[in-house]
Structure formats: structure tokens, C-alpha cells
């Protein structure tokens, strides 16, 4: 069944869009990332515009972020202090962002540069999730507890910054301004490539702030919450590119997707999913490098105007 | 006053002769509207056609050969070429082409080359590589824009909005001819022009236009309508709805 896109301009099959944005929304709910990272070169990829998949992707990621919010919340799994640090230093560093955007495109190599950045960024975290993932596997098999137990009083040296607050849910006291600044450079990279962040924000908080990853999820999708409402608004009113039509179904897709990624992360074996995320992020990065460093078989490229209704 | 005698009596016989000479092309399209709704997926249309001519008309060596050109809305369209920079490949060049159609699609009865040169199409710009063909003649253009035009042309065709049908055009009697004209769901909105030229002998004999118009109608005229004149109340409903459905679905899947 297909149906018309008013704003992308162009019939989509209703089946294939609701199991694409199930799948990623499975992802989502299993790892408590927004998806967005998956879903927007995949409407690109259908011949969407990409200013309309950017910006209807928002919306999706609006949606599905809404429902994990809410369960979180129920389970006393987010920590809405944090939260708020994390969106103040999220809306500056779009700011940010949208200006480096506008700058680079009227430069004429905005393409290449977010090709560059899905390939660095995508391969350097996913090679340290693959990493991570794998040690956590072999730890497992030789019997050990699989993560390394929080060892107290040994705080890597940013934490200790001055403007210390007390985040009791996260069981965190630490300085915020790395927060913040982790933050500012999601929110950057969010507005550049058109992604949540949570995928770069959940390894963050794990990693360098030793926050229980329960919590993380619950928070970093507050956080997406916040901003990708915020993006779409933006959107909407500025180039008219949120195709509402295209928003529900994939939303109607990603929230019934999350609520299976939901269960299986409390139900399945969480370490292997943490290699398949790894590995999954990887091959975004090496699709892109295969752009990037393969001779085209066309170089010629005819970019369509924007719809003019 | 005497001058002006000569010019009428010119003008009366140029009137009379071309009277006698000349086939008079007669088009219709089956529609002059195409709406957009929400299970669009392209639509066809059909040009017809009648040669009409009468007992003074000259009698013809050379059969009828018709060529239909159908151009959508013009818009600006950039091409760019990738090129090699150290290991990686990224745009570099690009060239503009301000007011060219989005659609492109020319049908004839028989091959174009069988009608007529090579020259008379690009003068008389006919056919797909032509159509669109900038005054003056390839000579002028430099290489670059050459490749570029090509590369504009093959990159359209490969999206359905360019083509070339080159049987496109039948004869159902000797004066009576229909073209179908198919129009993807990619192709824009907007107006459609359709020229249909009858030859005969690689000599243009009489030129026809007609039209029709590609527009969203219903739901989807009063979103993408809505999207434009209260983008904030659009937006805002956009991004409620999304959390409804969020909301809903937390509420339908609650299990705890």
C-alpha cells in the first residue's frame, strides 16, 4: 500500500516505512538511543529529501523519546537535575551548531562534512563500543563479573572542577562544567548531522562519569526529548520541512518498535546487544567511508530544488 | 497609398497561398488536470491529435511525423561532479542551469534520425538532448558545459522525470494520432506545457500547444498548504501529536 507524502512530495509504501521505523525503534528502546542516526540516511537512502528526513526524523524522535521518558520516569530511573544541566549545555551547543551548519553550506561543503564526521565520529565510538563489548565477553566467559565494580575515591580529575553539584539519583558529585561541556558538543553535533546524540551521550555519562547506566538511559533520553521538541518546532517554522504525514507512520513504527526494545533490554542478554549496537554504528561509518573513498560510478550529482508547493 | 495597396495585395496573396498549402493541427488532452491525493502513485495522460487538411492542401511526397514535447515547471538545477582530492572523492565543480524544466519528455511516431538531420533537430530542437539546448549552437559552449548538460539529461532519465519515447506517438488513421504522456509521482507540481510539431519531410508543417496542470488536491493541499501559511500551529501540532502517540503507546504497553 502505497500512500502520498504532502511535504517529501513523493508516495511511500506504508509497510516498509512502519517496519523500518519499527526496527530502529526496537533499537532505540533497547539501547536508549533516539535512532535518528539510523533513520535519516535510511529515508535519505528511499530518496526522501534530506532536509525533510532531517527535520520529520525530529519529529519521530520526539515521539518514541516521549514513551522511554515516561517509563524511566515511572521506574525512578532519571535524573531530572542532570536532565537540565544536560539540555542548558544541549540548546547552547546547537546554537552553535546551526551557525558552524549555515556557514559550511554556504561554503558549498556541507556535504563533505557531515560525510567526514559520520565517518570519524561513527567509527570512533563504535570501535570503542566493539571494544568495550568484547571485553565485556571475554570477562564474562572466563567467569568474572562483567563490568569492572566502581572502585570509590578514584575520580578521574574533571569531576573534581570546581561548581561541584550533588546528582543523588545519579549517585554522582561532580563539577558541572564537563557535563556541560559534554553537552555543548552533543547538542553541536546534533544540529550538524541531524541526530539526537544519545548515542554519543549514553557511552559519555557511562564512561567518563561512572553515572549507573540504569539511569543514563532514562536521562540522555529526557535530554533528546527536550531538544528534538525543540528542533522540530525549529523546523517547522523555518523551512517547512516536517512532513506530518511521514512523522506518523514513522512514529506509529518507532513507539510499538521501542516497547519490544524496551523489553528485551530488561529481558535479553544485554552484553551481546551492546556488540550488535557496536557493530551496527560501525557499518553507518563504513557506509559513509564507502562513499567517500570509492570512485563513484557517477560523479554527476543533480540536486533538485526544494519544494515550492 | 500605393505602397500600401501592394503590401495587402502581398499580404492576400501570402494569405491565399499558405491557405492552400498548409495542414492545420488540431490537439486535445484527455485531461488538463492531474490531482495529487493521498494514494497517488503518477498518473497518464493521453495527447490527442488531427492532421486536418482540406481539397486545397498540396498532396505530401513524405508521410506525417509528429514530435510531442512535454515540459514541466521550470526551476534551477545544479549539477555537481565529484573529483578526486588525495584519497577521498568530494564535489568540486558545479555548474547552474536557472530555468530548466523539472520534466522532460518527448515522443515520436518513428525515430527522430529517420525524419530528419541531425542539424534541422538541433535547430529546430528537437528531441531530448535539444529541447533545452541554449541559444546559439554546441560550438560556442565549451566542453564543460557539454558534459554537464549530458550529465543533467542522463541523471534525469535515470529519475523518470527525462525521456524519450521515440514510438511513442500512434497513427490510428492517416490524420488521426494519440501520444500517452506518463507523469511519475516524483514529477513536481505545477504547470505542464505540451508542443506537438507535425513534419513531414524534415520540414515543420504546422505547430500545436496545449497544457495541463499537476496539483495537490484534499488532505494533502490543506497539509502542505498548512505547512506553509501557520508553520508555527503546524509545527506545534506536529510535535502534540508526536507525543500523544508516545504517550499512548507507554499507556497501551504499560505492564508495571
Known amino acids: 500500500m502505497q500512500i502520498y507524502l504532502p ?17 530502529v525503534g526496537f533499537i532505540s528502546g533497547l539501547f536508549g538511543v533516539g535512532g535518528g542516526f539510523l533513520l535519516t540516511p535510511l529515508l535519505i537512502f528511499l530518496d526522501i529529501p534530506p532536509a525533510v528526513a532531517v527535520a520529520t526524523v525530529a519529529a519521530q524522535v520526539a515521539g518514541s523519546s516521549m514513551t522511554g521518558v515516561l517509563t524511566y520516569l515511572r521506574r525512578r530511573a532519571l535524573d531530572l537535575k542532570l536532565g537540565s544541566v544536560l539540555v542548558s549545555g544541549g540548546i547552547l551547543g546547537t546554537v552553535l551548531g546551526v551557525l558552524f551548519f549555515n556557514t559550511m553550506k554556504r561554503l558549498g561543503q556541507l556535504e563533505l562534512v557531515i560525510t567526514l ?3 570519524t565520529l561513527f567509527s570512533i565510538i563504535g570501535g570503542l563500543m566493539l571494544y568495550d563489548a568484547l571485553r565485556a565477553m ?5 567467569g568474572k563479573p562483567a563490568r ?23 549517585g554522582l558529585y561532580c563539577s558541572v562544567i564537563p557535563i556541560a561541556l559534554l553537552a555543548v558538543i552533543i547538542g553541536f553535533i546534533g544540529a550538524v548531522l541531524g541526530v539526537g546524540g544519545g548515542f554519543i551521550l549514553v557511552p559519555g555519562l557511562i564512561y567518563f562519569f561512572r553515572i549507573p547506566p540504569a539511569v543514563v538511559v532514562g536521562t540522555s533520553l529526557f535530554q533528546i526529548l527536550v531538544t528534538m521538541t525543540g528542533a522540530t518546532l525549529l523546523h517547522a517554522v523555518t523551512n517547512q520541512s516536517v512532513d506530518i504525514v511521514l512523522a506518523v507512520l514513522l512514529l506509529v513504527g518507532g513507539v510499538i518498535g521501542a516497547q519490544f526494545g524496551g523489553r528485551a533490554a530488561r529481558n535479553l542478554n544485554v552484553e551481546s546487544f551492546r556488540l550488535l549496537l557496536a557493530l551496527l554504528i560501525l557499518s553507518v561509518g563504513l557506509r559513509f567511508a564507502i562513499e567517500l573513498f570509492i570512485p563513484p560510478s557517477e560523479p554527476f550529482s543533480v540536486v533538485l530544488p526544494e519544494s515550492s508547493r | 497609398m500605393r505602397r500600401l495597396a501592394i503590401l495587402l495585395a502581398a499580404l492576400a496573396i501570402g494569405l491565399t497561398v499558405s491557405d492552400a498549402r498548409a495542414e492545420t493541427l488540431i490537439a486535445a488532452m484527455s485531461s488538463h488536470q492531474i490531482q495529487i491525493t493521498s494514494n497517488y502513485t503518477g498518473s497518464q495522460l493521453t495527447v490527442f491529435g488531427l492532421v486536418e ?3 486545397r492542401t498540396v498532396a505530401r511526397g513524405d508521410p506525417y511525423d509528429i514530435i510531442v514535447t512535454v515540459r514541466g515547471p521550470r526551476r534551477m538545477l545544479l549539477v555537481r561532479e565529484k573529483e578526486r582530492l588525495g584519497p577521498i572523492w568530494i564535489n568540486r565543480t558545479q555548474r547552474r542551469f536557472p530555468d530548466n524544466p523539472v520534466f522532460l519528455h518527448v515522443a515520436s511516431n518513428r525515430p527522430i534520425a529517420e525524419m530528419m538531420s541531425n542539424e534541422t533537430a538541433q535547430r529546430e530542437r528537437i528531441g531530448l538532448a535539444n529541447a533545452e539546448r541554449p541559444a546559439g549552437t554546441w560550438v560556442d559552449l565549451d566542453p564543460g558545459a557539454r558534459r554537464f548538460r549530458d550529465s543533467l539529461v542522463r541523471i534525469m532519465q535515470a529519475k523518470d522525470l527525462y525521456g524519450y519515447e521515440e514510438r511513442g506517438v500512434t497513427f490510428l488513421s492517416s490524420a488521426l494520432f494519440s501520444a500517452p504522456v506518463d507523469i511519475p509521482a516524483t514529477a513536481p507540481t505545477g504547470s505542464y506545457t505540451v508542443d506537438i510539431v507535425l513534419y513531414s519531410g524534415g520540414v515543420p508543417l504546422a505547430r500545436q500547444q496545449t497544457n495541463f496542470e499537476v496539483i495537490k488536491s484534499g ?38
Do not use: C, N
Open chain 1, 7 to 23: 511535504i517529501a512530495e513523493l508516495p511511500i509504501s506504508v509497510l516498509m516505512v512502519l517496519g523500518l521505523s519499527g526496527a
Open chain 1, 117 to 119: 564526521s559520520y565517518v
Open chain 1, 138 to 142: 571475554l570477562r564474562v566467559r572466563a
Open chain 1, 148 to 170: 569492572l565494580k566502581r572502585r570509590g575515591g578514584m575520580h578521574p580529575w574533571w569531576m573534581g572542577l570546581p561548581f561541584r553539584v550533588r546528582f543523588y539519583r545519579s
Open chain 2, 53 to 55: 487538411r482540406d481539397g
Open chain 2, 219 to 256: 488532505i494533502e493541499q490543506r497539509l502542505a498548504s498548512g505547512a506553509y501559511d501557520w508553520a508555527v500551529l503546524y509545527g506545534l501540532a506536529t510535535v502534540l501529536l508526536a507525543l500523544f502517540l508516545g504517550w499512548g503507546a507507554s499507556v497501551i504497553f504499560r505492564r508495571d
